[in-house]
């Protein structure tokens, strides 16, 4: 069984290293973009806005190295003196996501390759190539010179590797190590040629040096050899991560490491490379214009969480617009506020923005920082300046406290990377939509939730969602079956249990262990839906994007039947015990009573009851964050005394939170 966070990188420092009972505020730092009259000036601002850390370095490696072998330190030794001077802590980054020109101009090496062979050329950013022994060897040595220098800098506080790891290279070098990672992972060809099922299509390899990355080909190529492809690609970008975590670890034992994710990222496993990580970080990008921007925001940081056991970092979001939307919308009034707020609910230890000061230059001139181009009086730097003292006043009380929750739901991007494939029932299907219209439904209905493996520990749980796990290793399954055998409740949508490991369907198109559990004697077809297709049931219920022709067994219980079509009277939703099985996708708002309905059952709760629609209720610690979503001021019945720890005033039995308000109680 796989570990909980809790259990991993014992004895490393943590993100409590760098807060020391304070909430990180700040964000990235790029000063080599302005001439050094403007460093004092932005001090000035940090220290007016309650700035606490900066993130500096992420893009500097053609200033740091503007030649091979050379090093420009100045610069950046006046930094950090700086940012000491002043009582700033600096997170300093290994600035390798973005190789200068020089290496890709001297070493083409170190380009990636596409699937299609095509190179993809420097002059924008993450431009390299993870299996490139070249690149590897000039990022360990930035990395070393700039530990070698910094390592004793009163002002670093933490180390940033790289950032927003995404590249995927299809070229000789990364086929060569394809090939070294599958001989490791299987032994023998026979034992790949089994994984891969090469007996179809008369793919079968009788040498090594056959073995490709999916490369172009005619026709649909082999789903096992993409799940694998996705499998090594994560795992070689992870060897960098970990070459340079370890090299700073050398030289500063005592500071936390950390590299940011990407949002439920589909190109790396989350899970995996938390376990490396002193801390876990995410950048975090809501569409202000989007109506579940905040369902978004909730999932992305609820994960995080899980993947950290305990407090987490926000390293990047928007202080208002971004630049990489078709249309960029800049946040309203109140909308950073009430996001930044929404995430120190849910874990947040550290809240930081991309970046301090928005460019005057270059591809991001157009994305927010907290210092926009209008300047200090702008309303985006006035509204930051308010976030800083809110957090200032939260910090005591929720610095190194959990967010308790009942529920979990399962996540794997294993299951994930073997679905998204070429060549299934239905293109409509989308793992990580499927994933938010479960979650989404759980925060409609004001249900906090942990995220978890399927081969996690599952005992603290009263009730584990799992919205979609196509591949299961048989672990996997046994654990689920464990689960509920040990008296907990569980769910599972459509398509879960499908295949194992090796993208190989199980008999009878789902685990028979699975289906004797959730009480499906057999699953005969399966039926997707098409855009704007629907089905309905006898209990009012709408299911949307897919459906199942299923036989019940004779002790499950069919919740609700099809009515109507090819179905017609067939089980949508059946259960066995304590064991659920939904076969569609239903509405919003018929999941969501759904869940309810379970998590009742199952003796969970909101933290509140009586929500008014649109406010979001979240305990941290002993506290109790109300959030509005919505523009219209609303009252919220907290029955007692409390106080509202963000204006200092004693609340009773009622609070009315205005347009984006928020309030967070305690006794």
């Given at each position: 069984m796989r570990p909980d966070r809790a259990t991993t990188r014992a004895g490393h420092p943590t993100l409590a290293t760098a807060t020391r009972g304070r909430i990180l505020f700040g964000g990235d730092y790029n000063p080599e973009q302005w001439p050094e009259e403007t460093w004092q000036d932005d001090v000035r601002l940090m220290k007016d806005a309650g700035v606490t850390s900066v993130t500096v370095g992420v893009f500097s490696w053609a200033r740091l190295e503007p030649r091979p072998g050379e090093r420009d330190f100045g610069w950046l030794d006046r930094l950090m003196d700086l940012?000491?001077?002043?009582?700033?802590?600096?997170?300093?980054?290994?600035?390798?996501?973005?190789?200068?020109?020089w290496m890709g101009r001297l070493h083409p090496d170190t380009l990636p390759r596409d699937a299609d062979g095509r190179i993809?050329?420097?002059g924008g950013r993450q431009h390299f190539s993870h299996s490139s022994a070249t690149y590897r060897r000039y990022a360990a040595a930035i990395t070393e010179d700039l530990a070698a220098r910094y390592a004793g800098h009163p002002a670093l506080t933490m180390w940033h590797i790289n950032n927003e790891y995404c590249t995927s290279d299809h070229g000789d070098e990364a086929a060569a190590a394809f090939r070294r990672w599958l001989r490791e992972r299987y032994g023998t060809l026979d034992a790949l040629n089994t994984a891969w099922g090469t007996a179809f299509w008369s793919q079968g390899y009788d040498n090594w040096d056959g073995v490709i990355p999916p490369r172009r080909a005619h026709y649909l190529n082999n789903p096992a050899q993409v799940l694998d492809f996705r499998r090594f690609t994560s795992d070689m970008l992870l060897e960098c991560f970990t070459a340079e975590r370890d090299i700073v670890a050398r030289h500063t034992p005592h500071l936390p490491v950390t590299t940011n994710f990407m949002p439920l990222y589909f190109g790396v496993d989350g899970w995996r490379w938390a376990e490396e990580e002193d801390v876990v970080s995410v950048d975090l990008y809501p569409d202000p214009a989007d109506p579940?921007?905040?369902?978004?925001?909730?999932?992305?940081?609820d994960l995080t969480r899980s993947q950290a056991g305990g407090p987490w970092m926000l390293m990047e979001q928007a202080a208002s617009a971004v630049n990489w939307r078709p249309v960029n919308h800049p946040k309203p009034r109140g909308l950073n506020r009430l996001w930044t707020l929404q995430a120190v609910a849910r874990g947040a230890d550290a809240v930081c923005f991309f970046q301090w000061r928005q460019s005057r230059q270059g591809a991001e001139k157009f994305h927010s920082g907290m210092v926009g181009h209008a300047g200090e009086h702008g309303r985006t730097f006035q509204e930051v300046k308010r976030i800083g003292a809110d957090l200032a006043r939260l910090a005591p009380h929720t610095s190194g406290t959990d967010v308790p929750a009942d529920i979990a739901v399962l996540h794997d991007w294993h299951a994930w990377w073997a679905f998204e494939q070429d060549g299934r029932p239905s293109a409509r299907i989308d793992h990580a939509a499927v994933l938010h219209a479960w979650h989404g439904a759980l925060w409609d209905a004001h249900l906090t939730a942990d995220f978890a493996h399927p081969e996690h520990d599952l005992g603290r749980y009263r009730m584990v969602v799992v919205p979609q796990l196509y591949a299961l290793t048989d672990a996997a399954v046994d654990n689920l079956v464990g689960h509920v055998r040990r008296g907990g409740t569980l769910v599972c949508g459509f398509l879960t249990g499908t295949a194992d490991q090796d993208d190989r369907i199980r008999p009878g198109g789902m685990d028979?262990?699975?289906?004797?559990?959730?009480?499906?004697?057999?699953?005969?077809?399966?039926?997707?839906?098409a855009d704007g297709e629907t089905v309905t049931c006898a209990d009012g219920l709408t299911g949307t994007l897919w459906s199942e022709e299923l036989e019940a067994d004779d002790d499950a219980v069919v919740e609700t039947v099809y009515r109507g079509g090819e179905l017609d009277g067939l089980p949508a939703v059946l259960r066995t015990g304590r064991a659920w099985y939904v076969s569609t996708l239903p509405e919003p708002g018929h999941l969501r009573r759904l869940l309810e309905r379970i998590a009742a059952d199952a003796g969970v709760r909101p933290p509140l009851d009586g929500l008014p629609s649109g406010v979001e209720a979240v305990r941290r610690g002993e506290l109790l964050f109300l959030l509005n979503h919505g523009r219209a001021p609303v009252t919220v019945a907290v029955p007692g005394t409390h106080r509202d720890l963000l204006t200092g005033t004693q609340i009773t039995d009622e609070v009315t939170l205005g347009r984006h308000g928020a309030a967070v109680l305690g006794r």
């Open positions: 940012m000491h001077r002043h009582g700033i802590g600096v997170v300093l980054a290994t600035p390798t996501s973005a190789p200068p020109p993809e050329w420097w579940h921007g905040a369902r978004h925001g909730a999932l992305v940081q028979p262990r699975l289906r004797e559990l959730l009480g499906v004697r057999i699953l005969h077809e399966w039926w997707p839906l």
